[in-house]
Nanobody, 122 residues
Framework: VQLQAYGGGLVQAGGFPRLSCVGS????????MGWFRQAPGKEREFVAAINWSGGRTNYADSVKGRFTISRDNAKNTVYLQMNSLKPEDTAVYYC????????????????WGQGTQVTVSS
């Protein structure tokens, strides 16, 4: 079972990259999925999450109105559209799957991608 995240890189402030997370080894279409991020010296924090159908989403206050999470179950993929990026969004972004519920806390997630670095230059 593997989650592969990609789409990060060096982006100028105000940029709008889209992160993708592709699952393999099993289908994740029935499960709650989330994006988290971790900046150097900081704890991993919740960014956004989405239920199995895409009908319910949750966002951290710091990204609400700027980021959009979505999923394509046919492709076993979850996305994070990031808009109006700020330097404080710089972090490694991780996708993850919660097999047991709909948590917003990283400790409840079961499978993790390897992370993709997003660096926002001012």
């Amino acid at each position: 079972v593997q989650l592969q995240a990609y789409g990060g890189g060096l982006v100028q402030a105000g940029g709008f990259p889209r992160l993708s997370c592709v699952g393999s080894g099993r289908t994740f279409s029935s499960y709650f999925m989330g994006w988290f991020r971790q900046a150097p010296g900081k704890e991993r924090e919740f960014v956004a999450a989405i239920n199995w159908s895409g009908g319910r989403t949750n966002y951290a206050d710091s990204v609400k109105g700027r980021f959009t999470i979505s999923r394509d179950n046919a492709k076993n993929t979850v996305y994070l559209q990031m808009n109006s990026l700020k330097p404080e969004d710089t972090a490694v972004y991780y996708c993850a799957v919660d097999l047991r519920g709909s948590s917003l806390h990283y400790s409840d997630y079961d499978y993790w991608g390897q992370g993709t670095q997003v660096t926002v230059s001012s």
